[in-house]
């Protein structure tokens, strides 16, 4: 490979790689928001609960109640396994991000040696 082809890879590799970085930043923000607001119901939310019972020195949250008058505790099951999901989500973001940052580099590669095998061909047309 020769030096410019080398730096121009090396210049998108990095622009991938931020691309990359925000679209899984963005795909994990989407997915938190999704498992608070449709998997995870029973985890508290201040827009649709009211704090039932706390400790006023730490905060820490005992209970809290919905507007249908459920009352729900840190060992309710949906609460219990809000950290699990989210570690789902953080994985398959990190999955996905390999995939993609992955995919990328091997389409990058190929279109510069197409470009070169191109440029190459076409000097030797002009000699």
Known sequence: MIEASKENLGQSNVKMSFAVLVLSVLFFWVGMNLLKSDVFTHYYDPGKHVIVSQNNDTKE????????????????????NFTWGSTGLLLLTMLLGIGLQKAGISCARILTTRNRVVFLQYNKGGE
Do not use: F, I
């Open 61 to 80: 949250l005992y209970s809290w109640q919905d507007v249908n008058g459920n009352v729900y505790t840190p060992e309710d099951q949906q609460v219990a």
